[in-house]
């Protein structure tokens, strides 16, 4: 049995602001500024992603 070579994963985390932290991985992106999570992916990503984060299925929810 061979076993996939496992890709190295390349992200940088940089503080953007005083409260804001941002953490860039090849094509997503995500912020954080200590109460908020906003997350942007590439396109090459919808439909394949599930989760906390919602569906990127391209329906738009802001719950209470």
Same mark, same amino acid.
């Given at each position: ?6 890709k190295?994963?390349?992200?940088r985390?940089e503080?953007i ?6 953490v860039?991985?090849d094509?997503?992106? +995500?912020r954080?500024?200590? !109460? ?15 989760g906390?984060c ?5 329906? +738009? !929810?802001?719950?209470?």
């Amino acid at each position: 049995i061979e076993f996939p070579r496992k890709k190295r994963l390349n992200f940088r985390i940089e503080k953007i602001s005083e409260d804001m932290i941002r953490v860039n991985l090849d094509s997503i992106e +995500v912020r954080f500024d200590g !109460y908020t999570v906003k997350t942007h992916m590439s396109r090459r990503y919808q439909e394949q992603q599930c989760g906390l984060c919602g569906h990127f299925d391209g329906e +738009v !929810y802001f719950g209470n």
